[in-house]
């Protein structure tokens, strides 16, 4: 949001309630002038309506409008309807498709889309299975997903070998041995579970890894009793919001594992220079995992197969020397061509098209 905030060339307004519905994540605030504060209001558990889009679709003071591209937001129906009536560009950013659907959900997705000029989408793979849903693929813009860049590769070139050492050091008490990170909410989407058998697995084949986890959830006392059982040894780090020391703490991994589902943890971890593993379903993945380059930027295991899980960490922690630059450079690279905001600003930009001098830009 601050990258298209600091365009000369559109004039971007930003459009939102300032606390989060759900208070499940703490709400970004935005300078004063660039931001237009718009209730939200749960209809129920999952519909919503945001008081104000009706008014700014019919002004003429905007030449576009993007979207969050949620079908559950009833008032982006009517706004979205009427600012294509007023011959404004509309776009909608979202996850787009994640699988093939039939029924009633796939009717409602193709009519919520058509309202839209362009989507944008994190992936490609919502923009194969669109093109393959009938949506024109000149329609179908991949924007990605990303974290703020700038500040990760100032952090990262401030963190020696040495740093890493002392890291590994303080945490498990020697820095010899692989270790493992992730870094999520301890939930049981997350599947640890698979995580500590293949830990379990690789202890019994006499390759000892460690595993550090960041961040707390509903499922760490579960978990915790889990390692004490079988013996494991996995710190429970406990939730941190300090970059920099989750920087450190990412990159004195020899790989991040992400059982369940990943997200961004992917791209954290890629722009600190550690590779992502995760599984092959990709049906229940999150986007995301695109940026996994199988043997150069992480790799994939079998769906719920801890065996399988347990194959591919013994790949990537054949040894437990920290990671060298050189390595790291390959899961930089995956992220400095695509997953960062200077890139997501010019494929929205494109998705936008040519507009007038002084044009303004909603984004909802």
């Known amino acids: ?18 606390t989060d519905p759900d208070r499940s994540i703490k709400p970004w605030q935005p300078p004063e002038d660039r931001l237009l504060s718009t209730r939200c209001t749960k209809i129920s558990s999952a519909l919503l309506w945001q008081r104000g889009l009706i008014g700014l679709a019919v002004s003429r003071k905007f030449d576009a409008m993007i979207f969050l591209g949620n079908a559950n937001f009833l ?8 600012a294509r009536l007023t011959l404004k560009r509309v776009l909608f950013w979202t996850h787009g498709w994640i699988k093939n659907e039939r029924g009633g959900k796939a009717i409602i997705r ?12 994190y992936g490609h793979r919502a923009k194969q299975i669109g093109v393959s849903e009938g949506y024109p693929a000149d329609k ?13 590769r100032r952090i990262r070139r401030r963190i020696s070998r040495e740093e890493l050492q002392a890291i590994r050091n303080s945490l498990f008490g020697e820095s010899a041995t692989p270790l ?21 697995m690789l202890r019994c084949e006499g390759h000892i890894v460690h595993a550090l986890l960041i961040g707390d959830g509903p499922e760490q006392t579960g978990l915790e009793s889990l390692a004490r059982a079988k013996r494991l040894p996995v710190r429970f780090y406990g939730p941190c919001y300090n970059e920099a020391e989750l920087a450190g703490m ?12 990943v997200g961004l943890t992917c791209m954290h971890s890629l722009a600190y220079g550690t590779p992502v593993i995760t599984h092959d379903n990709f049906d229940t993945q999150g986007p995301e995992f695109e940026a996994i380059l199988p043997a150069k930027s992480g790799d994939f295991f079998r769906f719920q197969d801890s065996e399988d899980l347990a194959r591919v960490i013994r790949q990537w922690t054949g040894s437990g020397d920290i990671r060298s630059e050189r390595e790291r450079e390959v ?34």
């Open 250 to 261: 990412i990159m004195a991994a020899n790989v991040t594992v992400s059982p369940g589902k």
């Open 110 to 121: 193709h009519l919520f889309y058509a309202l839209a000029h362009g989507l944008l989408l």
């Open 1 to 18: 949001m601050q990258i298209l905030l600091d365009c000369d060339e559109i004039d971007y307004l930003l459009v939102g309630d300032r």
């Open 140 to 152: 179908l813009y991949v924007v990605y997903n990303s974290l703020d860049y700038e500040q990760q």
């Open 180 to 200: 493992i990170v992730c870094t999520a909410r301890l939930t049981a989407a997350c599947q640890f579970p698979l995580l500590l058998e293949a830990m379990d």
């Open 75 to 82: 008032s982006t129906w009517v706004a979205a309807l009427l």
């Open 331 to 364: 899961c930089y690279d995956v992220i400095e061509k695509r997953y960062n905001p200077g890139f997501q600003r010019k494929v929205i930009e494109l998705a936008l098209g040519d507009k007038p001098a002084g044009a303004t830009e909603v984004i909802v």
